[in-house]
């Protein structure tokens, strides 16, 4: 027989929304199980059973915003710490790119519930996602993601000549963290002391430690890519909304 689940989990496996969302709608009484509303936090269903959710829901879904931000050193992805700002500061009307060519008009409002889709060190610049839609953030950061993300590193070698091409296969497979086998990468110089890092998973300061692993030390990472979506000419420090014509 078929073991029940959490509606608001099921919800995100069908791709209908993140599961905090699922259980906003259920509160608001927008979701239907076999055309009944069901507005009961933790209320579960079977595989089989139909959801449908009101059109209230799919209205305020497609007003959420995705904003791409190109993110300096010492501002941090998500919540404040270390007295460290964090990047979603500095969003506002005087710093949207101004080649940004999406129609959408900026609105304080849009600034609620704006979460990191994916995490870059504070001393690491580049392109962060910043989103209200639960399903790009499951997407690109979801347990079962696969969307790879392309890095610019600038590389310092401690030790006498140049990396062996031994410790260069080692970066695109074969190293461990936290006793973990490493995700194959794509790892290759660009010039002389510059690598490109493609990786499909994001563990914690993750191409810092893999350099250090072969001794390498990083001066320098900047995220160009997530997916189809390029950084491009977004200057640092500016914004511009996820186009409706491109996904990741």
Known sequence: MSEPLRLSKRMSELGLCSR?????????????????????LGSKVLPEQ?????RQASNEQARRVTILINKPVG????????GYRPAVSLISSRTRWKMDRSPTQFQPNQLRNLVPAGRLDIDSVGL?????????????I??????????????????????????LALLNHG???????????????QNEDQLSFTL??????????????????????????????????LP???WRYLGADESF
Request: aromatic share 6%; hydrophobic share 35%; charged share 35%.
């Open 20 to 40: 905090r969302e699922a259980d906003e709608w259920i509160e608001r009484g927008w979701v239907r199980v076999d055309g009944v509303v069901v507005s009961t």
């Open 50 to 54: 139909k959801i449908t959710v009101e």
């Open 128 to 140: 962060l996602v910043l989103t209200q839609d639960g399903r790009i953030a499951k997407h690109l």
């Open 200 to 233: 499909r998973e994001g563990k914690k300061r993750q191409i810092r430690r893999m350099c250090e692993a072969v001794g390498l030390r990083v001066v320098g990472l900047k995220r160009v890519r997530i997916g189809k979506v390029t950084l491009g000419d």
């Open 142 to 167: 979801g347990e079962t993601s696969d969307v790879d993300k392309e890095y610019l590193v600038r590389v310092q070698y401690h030790k006498a000549g140049r990396l062996p091409e031994s410790d």
């Open 175 to 189: 190293l461990t963290m936290d006793g973990k086998p490493l995700k194959e990468a794509k790892v290759y110089w």
């Open 236 to 238: 640092t420090g500016e």
């Open 75 to 82: 501002f941090v992805s998500g919540q404040a710490e270390d």
